[in-house]
T-cell receptor, first 115, second 113 residues
Framework: DTGVSQNPRHKITKRGQNVTFRCDPISEHNRLYWYRQTLGQGPEFLTYFQNEAQLEKSRLLSDRFSAERPKGSFSTLEIQRTEQGDSAMYLC?????????????FGPGTRLLVL | AQSVAQPEDQVNVAEGNPLTVKCTYSVSGNPYLFWYVQYPNRGLQFLLKYITGDNLVKGSYGFEAEFNKSQTSFHLKKPSALVSDSALYFCAVRDVGFQKLVFGTGTRLLVSP
């Protein structure tokens, strides 16, 4: 399967713990996006990278959240001192970048439950 | 600011009948419009997009959508629904010059045998 992959698929943690998610984009896609989806809502944009550069961050991405893409390939999203309100599905997407008209392709998501 | 409205939480249709899932949008510039489908425990799967050109866009699995600039709508359609089409459908918009997708709240499609 050559699609976007995310690990882990599910994560249960206790409030106050740190968690880290990984996203592997489609090979040679130089743009990578993170979204968060809460129950009953559509995905909301968090941040995106072009290669290793983080070009935009949403106001939803508080100081407890940090994302990296150190070599322009896979990306990690870390949440420090988790809160119950962080419980959500975290989605990663990737796209090539040529004309600006490209489609974002999504991974299966990581479902986080904070107890 | 960009926004998307999906006015129906759920659409019910019998197998073999045509289906329509509604979407309206608001952007300051020219829109790029997308439809995605989400099955349980799976990520979003791309169905189709409108960038420019012909207002009728054809996509995967027999789905199509019609872009209507005057009504700022991008409704998803299929001539003959299948039970396997039952899923959660999301409309999304991206304003030209911006990178993020803005999604609607989703419409659950239920196709009965």
């Amino acid at each position: 399967d050559t699609g976007v992959s995310q690990n882990p698929r599910h994560k249960i943690t206790k409030r106050g713990q740190n968690v880290t998610f990984r996203c592997d984009p489609i090979s040679e896609h130089n743009r990578l996006y993170w979204y968060r989806q809460t129950l009953g809502q559509g995905p909301e944009f968090l941040t995106y990278f072009q290669n290793e550069a983080q070009l935009e961050k949403s106001r939803l991405l508080s100081d407890r959240f940090s994302a990296e893409r150190p070599k322009g390939s896979f990306s990690t999203l870390e949440i420090q001192r988790t809160e119950q309100g962080d419980s959500a599905m975290y989605l990663c997407a990737s796209s090539p970048w040529t004309s600006g008209r490209e489609t974002q392709y999504f991974g299966p998501g990581t479902r986080l439950l904070v107890l | 600011a960009q926004s998307v409205a999906q006015p129906e939480d759920q659409v019910n249709v019998a197998e073999g009948n045509p289906l329509t899932v509604k979407c309206t949008y608001s952007v300051s510039g020219n829109p790029y419009l997308f439809w995605y489908v989400q099955y349980p425990n799976r990520g979003l799967q791309f169905l189709l997009k409108y960038i420019t050109g012909d207002n009728l866009v054809k996509g995967s699995y027999g789905f199509e959508a019609e872009f209507n600039k005057s009504q700022t709508s991008f409704h998803l359609k299929k001539p003959s629904a299948l039970v396997s089409d039952s899923a959660l459908y999301f409309c999304a918009v991206r304003d030209v010059g911006f990178q993020k997708l803005v999604f609607g709240t989703g419409t659950r499609l239920l196709v009965s045998p």
